[in-house]
């Protein structure tokens, strides 16, 4: 993920730079010379890229949260590389547009008739119908909310790789042809130099692996017990196990005898310390601990008190450590979900405008959920993190629409009215900053491993989300009263003619 920052970075930091030059096109076209119009597009366009810098700039850094030393790392300098990208827009951006020639001002040139076109229809349905756009996104939410039901988060490191690749087609021959490649490691200490002789715990051993087999998922299980048995029957011993401690030593010494090998492997040199290797069918994270739980209770049940055991395994010890991850995660979630909250009623003045701008913001997280609920029976951990990163860059259209929706309530006391002039100052600008987050994210699709891949096709689409609740749920949450904002007050020249 980290060869992915840069690009980040750079689509991020386009945004402000969208909104500024639109704001700067609509000065000159009310008839502005260029600095007057790069000063006034500045002032009121600044406040706004502020905002949203720092919005993201929290959505960023919230991955340090995460007790892993690569998403800390990475919300760092996430975090760091907004902050840069949004001091590089409100000082070189308008350096830049005083160098450069004025800018052609026909508006067939200077605007696309699709973008303008896809503007006005929403426009045109969030004010003629802002109930039925309401309860069109209530339908989403429902249905969303049906697959958010059926999440199940789980890592399966494998499955992260190409599924016609060589890892994941040699890791699927393995399992249909001898045993699962899922494992969890059993050790058992006798407590006593030779004490894994004796047959009273081989059969207590034995009969523990029988109660392994039984579990759901457990594929194999051998031991320096399996290899006690098969020499005993080889041997034509009568019973499972050799039934004295000089058997069972005189049976090793032949295997001994003939190479011994792998022995090691099975028990200590002092024949104190049995090794047992489960194969599971299941390779993620989750499954892996949960039949490393399942094992450890059924070791309680069958072996000697007098014996300790010890379960563990690599995958074992990551599905422990999955729920901090997830943990951190979710309170990095949280956090962002929080601090945006309380940024947005400041920027418009108002709590209650402030929670209801929220579910535009939530919405495309649900849609997310939603989808991978309906799409795949484990969700990889790696999802929360698309999450993270869509409420950070998800809010900035949300925040430019209401704070021009904001001014220009200040000058119109119809909310309809205030929100033509919004659409009509702001929907060109957030149109083509999530075209361009979209574009500069696609590449990503093409990315062979799980976690990079979702960058280019599940984060994309959670901005075409945002980009349509923006447009229509949030008017027409205005509309209905929801969302309307009273003038507070502030003279009709208080504020400029520039879009946000």
């Known amino acids: 993920m980290q060869t992915a920052v840069p690009a980040v970075i750079l689509i991020v930091g386009f945004s402000d730079i969208i909104h500024l030059y639109s704001a700067y096109l609509l000065e000159l076209q009310a008839g502005q010379d260029q600095r007057e119009a790069i000063i006034a597009s500045s002032a009121e366009v600044g406040r706004a890229c502020l905002f949203t810098s720092l919005t993201t700039f929290i959505g960023f850094v919230s991955l340090s949260l995460v007790p892993t030393p690569a998403f800390r790392h990475l919300g760092l300098v996430l975090g760091f590389g907004v902050a840069v990208a949004l001091l590089l827009a409100v000082t ?54 049906v697959g958010v039901s059926r999440l199940h988060i789980d890592t399966d490191m494998i499955k992260r790789l190409p599924e016609q690749g060589r890892t994941q087609r040699d890791a699927k021959w393995f399992s249909e ?89 099975m028990v200590d040199f002092d024949r104190q310390r049995l090794r047992i290797g489960v194969r599971l069918q299941a390779t993620a994270m989750r499954q892996t601990y949960d039949a490393a739980e399942q094992i450890r209770a059924v070791a309680a049940r069958t072996l000697p008190a007098k014996v300790s055991v010890e379960v563990t395994g690599l995958g074992a010890l990551l599905g422990a450590w999955l729920d901090q991850i997830l943990n951190g995660q979710l309170r990095g979630l949280a956090l962002s979900i929080l ?35 309906w799409r795949w029976d484990a969700v990889d951990s790696d999802m929360i993190f698309v999450a993270m990163l869509a409420i950070g860059i998800g809010v900035d259209d949300t925040i430019h629409f209401l704070s021009r929706y904001r001014i220009e309530s200040n000058r119109n006391a119809d909310d309809r009215a205030a929100l033509k002039r919004t659409f009509r100052f702001a929907g060109r600008a957030i149109v083509m900053t999530t075209i361009i987050l979209v574009a500069g994210h696609l590449p990503f699709a093409s990315s062979a491993y799980f976690s990079t891949r ?7 689409m959670c901005m075409i989300v945002a980009l349509v609740a923006d447009l229509l749920l949030v008017p027409a949450m205005v509309q209905v009263g929801w969302m309307s904002l009273s003038p507070s007050g502030l003279p009709s020249d208080a504020t400029s003619t520039t879009a946000v």
């Open 177 to 265: 042809s001898f045993a699962g490649t899922g494992t969890v490691e059993i050790y058992i200490d006798s407590g006593t130099p030779g004490g894994a002789l004796e047959p009273a715990l081989l059969a207590a051993v034995a009969r523990f692996q029988d109660a392994v087999e039984t579990i759901v998922g457990v594929d194999q299980v051998a031991s320096f017990v399996t290899l006690i048995e098969r020499m005993h029957d080889a041997l034509g011993g009568q019973g499972r196990l050799p039934n004295s401690r000089a058997a069972v030593a005189q049976e090793l010494l032949l295997f001994e005898m003939r190479g011994g090998k792998n022995l090691e492997r």
């Open 454 to 460: 979702i960058l280019g096709t599940l984060l994309p």
């Open 92 to 145: 070189a951006t308008p350096i830049a547009l005083l160098w450069l020639p004025r800018p052609p001002l026909d508006s067939k040139r200077t605007q696309s008739r699709a973008v303008k076109g896809l503007v006005r229809w929403c426009q045109d349905t969030a004010l003629r119908s802002p109930r039925w756009v309401i309860a069109a996104f209530f339908a989403l939410t429902v249905v969303a909310g």
């Open 339 to 373: 601090t945006i909250t309380l940024m947005m009623s400041w920027m418009v003045r108002s709590l209650r405008v402030g929670l209801w701008s929220m579910v535009p913001n939530l919405l495309p997280l649900w849609v997310l959920g939603g989808y991978a609920g």
